[in-house]
């Protein structure tokens, strides 16, 4: 029946338990193919029903997990199915499903809603609820399922947007497609701590995709808690400020800036500071020599090598040029005792 098998993939052994399920028709006389889908298709999707050509059919499934959810890549020859879950209440067992169109364009419908997604794009789709896909060519798509509960967890939101496009042109959409994609490919490698952290920064991104966090129930503090964690996620992204922050949280601007206020620091020195942490970081690191100063300003946000001189002189106390010689001096004497929290 050319059932999934459990094996590494390119022979590298995962670290974080992340394993690597794969099935594929490569193998399998043509008159097995469909069959063979089928019943690897439903062992992750459950109950469909498909509708495939019966020449010349080919497609694969391979399944890896992050921090033990499933991410699984469907490529196939053209078909249409369509989902009847078995029990929609049963909030254990509902799940969403982020779908990123890796090739191919491709149709969702649900509740009403109707989707077209082209390379790049994203959308989620609730497994309680009936949907169906159809895609007139060879395409592939990846499939995240996280438990319902835990998405509305993560995102801060109850009425998770169903069978949206996420446009892959946008900022926010090419960045998650990105990220869908590097989690996929690295999965098999990641230690749990890792994969953590990963999903921690994907969960923040589809966030932002959607626009607006429902945080009327958090207190000032944890609102302010939950920007600087965003701010860290995308502190290397040139454009991040007082708008696309506002925007992810779900409050005005002004409302963001009163936030911070009361903390005796503003929004934008706040940034400006951690931007220049992480330079500093970056030029005491004997690994990073080969970079200049410049780009690792710029990798960290800053566009003017000029302002972010005078931004780190005024902060540290000395020029970044003059930090970094020190610190390679005193690296080389002292690589494992020294301390370059205050600057000489």
């Known amino acids: 029946m050319g059932r999934i098998a459990d094996r590494p993939v390119s022979g590298r052994q995962p670290r974080g338990g992340g394993m690597s399920q794969l099935f594929s028709t490569e193998l399998l006389p043509a008159s097995d193919r469909i069959d063979a889908w089928q019943w690897n298709a439903q062992q992750i999707c459950g109950e469909c029903r498909f509708r495939l050509p019966r020449a010349s059919f080919h497609g694969s499934i391979e399944v890896r997990t992050i921090s033990g959810l499933p991410l699984t890549r469907f490529s196939s020859s053209p078909l249409s199915f369509w989902k009847r879950p078995a029990d929609r209440s049963h909030a254990d067992n509902r799940s969403c499903i982020v779908i990123t169109q890796i090739a191919g364009a491709r149709h969702y419908v649900q509740s009403g809603n109707s989707v077209l997604l082209t390379p790049g794009d994203s959308t989620v789709m ?67 701590e890792e994969g953590a952290a990963a999903l921690d920064a994907y969960f923040e991104i589809l966030s932002a995709c959607f626009g607006v966090h429902e945080s009327p129930n958090l207190s000032g503090i944890e609102l302010r808690t939950w920007i600087q964690r965003f701010i860290e996620t995308h502190i290397a992204e040139p454009t991040l400020g007082p708008p696309e922050i506002a925007l992810a949280a779900g409050i005005s601007v002004r409302h963001l800036h009163r936030l911070f206020s009361v903390s005796g620091i503003t929004l934008g020195d706040y940034v400006r500071a951690r931007r220049l942490e992480q330079c500093r970081n970056d030029l005491a690191d004997p690994r990073l020599r080969s970079k200049n100063i410049t780009e690792i300003a710029f990798l960290w946000g800053f566009s003017d090598s000029a302002h972010f001189s005078h931004s780190f002189r005024k902060q540290f106390g000395v020029s970044p040029r003059a930090f970094r010689s020190q610190a390679c001096q005193v690296s080389e004497a002292k690589p494992s005792t020294t301390d370059f929290s205050q600057p000489n």
Do not use: N
């Open 126 to 192: 609730d497994s309680g609820v009936p949907w169906s896909s159809t895609c007139g060519t060879d395409c592939a798509r990846l499939y995240f399922r996280v438990p319902r509960w835990m998405m509305e967890e993560r995102l801060r939101k109850r009425d998770i947007p169903i069978a949206q496009r996420i446009c892959g042109r946008s900022r926010m959409g090419a960045t998650l497609f990105r990220l869908s994609q590097s989690l996929y490919e690295e999965a098999h490698m990641m230690k749990e």
